[in-house]
C-alpha cells in the first residue's frame, strides 16, 4: 500500500479512534492527544495496513494501549472518601 493509500486508510478511521479515545478517557483534549497517538502508532505498522488485517481490531488495541498509558498523566477532577 503507498503512502496516499495509507493516509486515505487512516483518514477513513479517524473519527472511530477519536471517538474510542473519548469514550475511555472522558476529556476532549484528552482523547484529541491520544487520537493522535494512536493514529501515528497506526501509520507505523505494517500488520494494520495488509489486506487480510482486522483493522478495527488493531486499532481498538493501539487506541486502549494509548489510553491506559496517559492515566499516570490525569488531572484528579474528583476524590473518592
Known sequence: ??????????????????RLCYTLLRSE?????AAMETLLRIWRDDRFFNSGADQAKLLKRQASEVCLASFPHRKKTHTIA
Open 1 to 18: 500500500m503507498d503512502k496516499a493509500q495509507r493516509i486515505n486508510c487512516l483518514r477513513e478511521m479517524e473519527v472511530f479512534c477519536y
Open 29 to 33: 483534549e484528552m482523547a484529541h492527544e
